[in-house]
Structure formats: structure tokens, C-alpha cells
């Protein structure tokens, strides 16, 4: 397997596997990134579709990338996802599957179009005060001392940030900031997440800093997640004879391992309440999505709250990872991301606005008309000053296909699910529906003598509690990850946000989506490269733009310097007078 960038090999179609009619597969999970093994495997390995398995231990597919109607509850997300224009991965992938909405065309298509017809930003970023404006201003607010501390961190060697973590490198100069609060609330970070992660996240996406204050980085779906990307793809593999296992508990995967070579064995599976086995060759491949995010996570309803259940689930995702852990230290090390739900847990809620009565308080904030079928917030917009670091967003509507006119589904979140709230004076965790609706309409400006109807009648607000959502952040170091293909294995890889390629930055689609396809490129030795990372990190343009975007459009001759300092800058521009250097400087308004 190696990398490649620009549109050579991106438009090339490899060769067909050697002895790949005599391989079958045996896909672990049916998430995004098991998915998209399914669709390489198809497309790229050339695979029958007859010869692969997916194993998924619920009764639908789609893991985190959720979104649908529970009978008797309500439209559930459990989450979002934001996409970038240059997910390589992603995109290579979906310009192959077909849109289910419109024929003839690609899932990447209706997402290019709709998105160029309909760009992303948001004109409320923050609230404070009950829905007044918080005025960020699309500014970072970051001091010149909260400036070198991030171009600090960006500069570090990974190896000095193993298990680190974030508040160990930022002060309150950075933590204090709007840049803080635009960054926490749409990463997910907390305080005490790793700051390897952190450093990771602002290489990856250096080329985006200007566009975060006001959402115009990013690119959303038509629909949910689930109907938008999971579906297109599930309909592709079907359509190609592809074998969906469903209510089958992958519990475990033995290895034979020796010193030149690792090779998955057996399946060790849960059917029907049935233990049974699968017995592997080296021509039987397997894909398996280890650990979980939205591991443990549990649905409430209007008037109930969400279990928070923390212990691990024996026969789940963290529990298979450890048995497989066990085997060999390459196979990494699960605790180090599970051992503490405390500080990987955070809440959702969908929430469906019934009548008339909401709405007009949502648009007042988002300045556009919610039933538009455009772009409505353009992003998460932050109650800056709630003590459940409350977000909530509502995309372009309708977000379902079935959902009924006149209804707006939306989505909530909070950080702190351990704080009380402003209005309702319980923590996150402890609320029903009902109640979590409540502090939101608070935090929206509504009148609190109507608060309790409005959340009880005009809305249907189902909770939701993940112990593990951002198991990912933990601090870490090398080897706590698998990489996707361990050293010397035959026929295994490991896919998903549990997985390590040094090559991309976690809790995004493109990273599930990338490990599945150097897991499948790989394992068949598929003579097309893989596409490389944008490289903005690398592109002087992207790192002065993001420069000047950061310090708010200060120059180079705004710091606040010494009498030294600012005759050394004097001969710095004596020195590159007249040369591209100065034209490059003065271009990207530095100085």
C-alpha cells in the first residue's frame, strides 16, 4: 500500500487482485468505516459481493452515523458529522456510490451541488443572556502570549505530547478565548483531553482557522447522517449480493501469532443467544472495528431520562477489543481510552418542534427562516454562558424524508453533563426530555412563564447519553492504537477511530473512511495509491493566511515587542526588501 496525491492515480482504476475470486471477508461492525471496507472490497479489490460478511450486533447498521424514527419515540441523531471539501478519502469513495434520491448521479455529486447552491455559515455563532448575541464577532480574541502558545503546541514534537494533556500546554490565555470556545464546542475537546490530539487537529485542518468563528470550513448533508451517507452505501453493497449479519455479537477474534507472522484464526460469535465459531484461513480476511464511541449509549424519552450506564458490556466493542488486546501488544490498548466514562461522556438530544410556537424563537437567533429547506444555523450555536456548555443546530429541514411539514427536527448537546443547569437545576444526565427541552428554550430567549408547556406540548426532546463519545481524546501514546494493519499480520486489519494511520486526525468521517481503505488496499495489495492528507500544513499560503486569521488580522509589526526584538524584525525586512519573500508577506498581509 502506498500514498499518492493529485488526480493521476485519482481517476484510475487498479488491476484486479491476484487470487482474489478464492477470498471471502468478514467485516466486524457495520459502522462507517466497516462499510466503506465493504464498498473498497467491491469497487477496488473486485471482490463478489456473495464472498463478504458483515457482522453487526444490532439490528440495523450504521453505528455512530445514526438517524431514525424509533416507534413510540421520536427521531433520534445521536450525533453530527461535518464534512470538509477535502476529505480525499471520502470523496474518492462517494463519487462511486450511487445517490438514492437521484439517478444517474453520485452520493458526491448531490453533496457538491447542494452545498455550491446553498453555502455553509452561520450568522449566530454564540448567545449569552437568554439568546442575546455573545458579539465574538468572528473574532479569536486570543493575546499575542495565548497566540505562541497554540504556534507552541503546533511546533512540538508528537513524541513530547504522549500522554499529555491540553491544559498542560494552554494557560487561560488560550482557555479564555473565543478561540477556545469556537474550538471545544465543535471539536468536542475538554480541558483535560490530549494535547497530541490537539496539535494533530490544528495541523489537519490549519487551512480552515478562518473559516471557524463563522462555520464557512464546513459542509453538511442534506439529511441526516444515516439517510444521506449510510444508506447509499448499504443499497451499493446489497446490490452487489453483499451479506448483512444482523443481532450477531462478534465476542472475540483469536490469533495465531509467532515471530513472523500474526493470523486471525477464528470468529467467536453470539447468534440468537447461540455461541458459535468461524473458522479463518489466510484466505479469509477480516475487518474488525474495535472499541466504539457510542459504546454504552442510552435513549431516554420526554419524560425519562437517559441511563447513564458506565460499566464495560461484556461481548461489546471495548470488551472484544480487550480479549483481542490480550493476544499481542501490537493490538493496542483499549484502557487507556475507556478506564474513565467521567471524562469521555457527554449528552445529546433530537429534538422535534411540534406546532408553531418555537420556531419563531429558533429564527430570531439564526436570522433565516428554518422551513426554507436551506441552511438554517450553519453550525452549533454556543449558550456561551450555560452550565452545561450548551450547543444546539438545526440543518437544512427536512432532516428526514419522512419528516411531517410544518415540523423542524434539531439537534442538542452538552459538554458538562455533571453541572446543573441555569433554568432546570439538575445536571444533564438526570433530565428527561422534557426538562433538557426546558433549559434549551431558556437558553433560546423564551419567556419563562412558557418554558414548561412549550417544551411539554410543542416539542419532543429524546436524551441521550454517551459514556464513551470522546473515548478518542484520552492522552495517549504510540502503540495504545493498533495500526490498521499490524506488523507481520496475514489476513487482519483494524479500521475505525481506534485505529492508527499517521496519516489523518480522528473523529472524522474521512479517518474511518481512510482506514478502510488502506485496510483493504493493503490486505489485497491493490496497485492504486492511496490519497495522501491535504497538505496544507506543508503550504506556506495556508499557514501565513492562518496566521493572520488567528491574531485577527493583526500584522507582524502590531506585537507588542522589546527594543531588541523590534531592531531584529527591522533587519528582517531590510534583508528580504525587494525580493518574492517581501511580495509573499505583503500578499497575505502580514506586514
Known sequence: MYYSSGNYEAFAHPLKPDGVDQKSAYIVGSGLGALASACFLIRDGQMQGKHIHILEKDPIPGGACDGFLYEGLGYVMRGGREMDNHFECMWDLFRSIPSIETAG????DEYYWLNKADPNFSLMRATVNCGEDAHTDKKFGLSDQGAMEIMHLFFTPDEQLYNKRIDECFSNEVLDSNFWLYWRTMFAFENWHSALEM???????????GGLPDFTALRFTKYNQYESMILPMINYLESFGVQFHYNTKVVNVEFDINMNQKKATQIVVFQDGKKSCIDLTENDLIFITNGGCVENSTLGNQNEPAPYNKEIKEGGGWDMWRKIAAQDPSFGNPDKFCYDPEQTNWMSATVTTLDDKIPPYIQKI???????GKTVTGGIVTARDSNWLLSWTFNRQ???????????VGWIYGLFSDKPGNYVKKTMRECTGIEICMEW????????????????????????????ITAFFMPREAGDRPLVVPENAVNFAFLGQFAETRRDTIFTTEYSIRTAMEAVYTLLDIDRGVPEVWGSTYDIRDLLTSTVKLRDGKKITDLDLGDQ???????????????????????????
Open 105 to 108: 448521479i453520485s452520493v458526491l
Open 199 to 209: 496539535k494533530l487537529y490544528i495541523k489537519r485542518f490549519v487551512h480552515h482557522i
Open 366 to 372: 439564526c436570522q433565516r427562516d428554518p422551513f426554507s
Open 398 to 408: 427536512p432532516q428526514f424524508r419522512s419528516q411531517p411539514e410544518g415540523q423542524l
Open 441 to 468: 428554550l431558556y437558553h433560546l430567549g423564551v419567556p419563562e412563564s412558557e418554558i414548561p408547556s412549550l417544551a411539554q406540548n410543542s416539542a419532543n426532546t429524546i436524551p441521550c447519553m454517551m459514556p464513551y
Open 565 to 591: 526584538e523590534k531592531l531584529a524584525l527591522f533587519e528582517v525586512f531590510r534583508r528580504i526588501q525587494g525580493t518574492d519573500l517581501e511580495k509573499l508577506l505583503k500578499t497575505y498581509q502580514l506586514f
